[in-house]
């Protein structure tokens, strides 16, 4: 299994509008290498869901319900789809993330505009364990 983290601009489409809809199209990703990480999430693989804009925080974890396919509104991209696993018990914060050394080499530190970023195994546990703590 491989651990993922996606990034959503939550006025756009948030946690809980996943929530709500049971399951959606993780579609519109524009960048190489964004698009290059959503063709290697495998069926089963867990991914944060991390919002954007004033929250800057992983809120939640969805699993892959369906591996990549050309994006419905252009062929020439990647989609996944994408149902919620679990609401965090708190969320992680990005300068919780950028103040734990466990974590100064993880994408959300180093590669911060990428969209789609791969989570190492113990980065995983790292996120998990800091969202189950005060």
Not at 6 to 19: I, M, Q, R
Not at 87 to 102: D, G, I, Q, W
């Amino acid at each position: 299994m491989n651990y993922w983290l996606v990034k959503t601009e939550p006025e756009t489409f948030s946690w809980d509008d996943l929530v709500r809809d049971k399951k959606t199209t993780w579609d519109g990703v524009r960048n190489f290498r964004a698009r290059s990480n959503l063709k290697k999430m495998a069926k089963g693989d867990l991914v944060f869901i991390y919002h954007t804009g004033d929250e800057k925080a992983i809120i939640g974890l969805a699993k892959v319900t369906r591996e990549a396919f050309p994006d419905p509104n252009d062929g020439n991209w990647a989609a996944v789809e994408l149902a919620p696993q679990k609401k965090l018990k708190r969320p992680v914060t990005l300068t919780e993330v950028k103040s734990n050394k466990r974590l100064s080499t993880m994408a959300l530190v180093r590669i911060a505009r990428l969209s789609v970023q791969p989570v190492s195994t113990d980065e995983f546990d790292e996120l998990l364990k800091m969202s189950e703590t005060k």
